[in-house]
């Protein structure tokens, strides 16, 4: 195997520590190109698609790409902004403030970017950039806080499959999940109560998550469980009864039985019962995104008022609003415990005289950069 070449390294410069929030990913544009470039990525990846390759390539490429890719753009045009993806919007503008709330709670010696699993920025730029910029230690965050093998494990497959071509591997952590976590629990708390605040309480919350296979849960995923006890506990911190939330699963694709209940049927027979008004909130999405704003906020919405519902709200996701800003300092930090990101001024000083003692060894051995 040929591995990377190497960028320079200097004798006796100080390490740092980077942050990368990972996020699934966007078209570059909402166009019928762009959703062909990026379809085939998605629907390429094995952990997204459990089907015989040779079988998926022949569905991928002779019918998916050439006939949905149209319809796609349409749907990503009816949400697009003038800054672009509400995805990539929200995942940088996120990057951002963690990275500025981090700071200012002493952690000066990191750095925290974002990188997207399918499209650009590419995982594997953001890495190779990061080794460039001479980081050593590398904390992957996935913007997914349930664990699911569609969606972690395919990130920590592009983390490895990048390294095994990387001589030099910086140390790696990997964040596996944080759907109990109560930092993530009070965001959410709070975004509901936020919403109540100015509309008041619905008949029935409805928790949307998206939807896979229900073979996966067979086969040993953990993601169902994890939905259902993100859904619990921020239940209880609402102080809702069981009969005042459902639990669905949205964005179903293809013949195959998925997780139920459906999200649609759901909201259309809640309306066929005689509920007035719904409020529908996607926990599993940290970002708002196509699945929220257009599968839900609008194909959603149609559905309920539709089949006779009166009054249908949808609840924000996350985005960057402060609570889960202050929510992901707290997963960070835990999982960046025992690394030195930290800088006082006692550990600047400290850090500086030992890379002078390393620069000046490197010097009287005759080592360059």
């Known amino acids: 195997m040929a591995f990377r070449k190497e960028p ?39 952990r997204v698609v459990e089907i015989p390759r040779a079988v998926w390539w022949f569905i991928l490429n002779g019918i998916i790409v050439p006939f949905r890719s149209s319809k796609s753009a349409q749907k990503y045009a009816s949400i697009w ?18 990275g500025a709330q981090l700071a200012a709670r002493g952690h000066h ?5 974002h990188a997207m699993r399918y499209g650009s920025p590419a995982l594997p730029d953001v890495l190779d950039r990061l080794k460039a910029e001479g980081c050593t230690r590398i904390l992957v965050l996935p913007a997914y806080p349930q664990y699911s093998g569609t969606t972690t494990a395919s990130i920590f497959d592009a983390v490895f499959a990048h390294y095994r071509q990387v001589r030099n591997i910086p140390e ?11 930092g993530y629990i009070q965001a959410l708390r709070q975004s509901v109560l936020d919403h109540w605040a100015l509309h008041g309480k619905p008949e029935k919350l409805v928790m ?41 699963f949205q964005s179903r694709f293809g013949k195959a039985e998925w997780l139920q209940p459906y999200t649609a049927p759901t909201l259309q027979e809640l309306a066929r019962q005689g509920v007035r008004r719904v409020d529908v909130m996607c926990p599993g999405f940290t ?17 309920f008022l539709h089949a006779g519902g009166q009054e249908f709200h949808f609840i924000a996701c996350l985005n ?20 030195p990101t930290m800088s006082n001024a ?3 000083e400290e850090m500086a005289r030992q890379a002078q003692i390393a620069a000046e060894r490197a010097a009287a051995m005759g080592a360059g950069s």
């Open 8 to 46: 320079n390294h200097t004798h006796g410069a100080l390490p740092s520590t980077a942050v990368v929030l990972v996020n699934l990913g966007t078209p570059d544009a909402p166009d019928t190109p762009a959703l062909r470039r990026y379809l085939r990525q998605f629907l390429s990846d094995p």
């Open 346 to 348: 006692a550990a600047r």
């Open 109 to 113: 010696q990191l750095k925290v970017v």
């Open 208 to 248: 949307s998550f998206h939807g896979v296979p229900k073979r996966t849960l067979l086969l040993g995923d953990p993601y169902h469980c994890e939905c259902h006890s993100t859904a619990r506990l921020l239940a209880e911190s609402l102080g809702l009864s069981q009969d005042e939330y459902l639990v669905t």
């Open 287 to 303: 970002s708002d995104c196509l699945e929220t704003l257009e599968e839900i906020a609008m194909e959603g919405k149609d559905e």
């Open 172 to 182: 790696l952590r990997l964040i596996r999940d944080y759907h109990d976590h109560d």
């Open 81 to 98: 902004t003038e800054r672009g993806s509400p995805l990539r919007v929200h995942t940088e503008g996120q990057a951002a403030a963690l």
């Open 320 to 339: 960057e609003s402060p609570a889960w800003i202050a929510g992901m300092v707290d997963v960070a930090e835990q999982h960046l415990a025992g690394w």
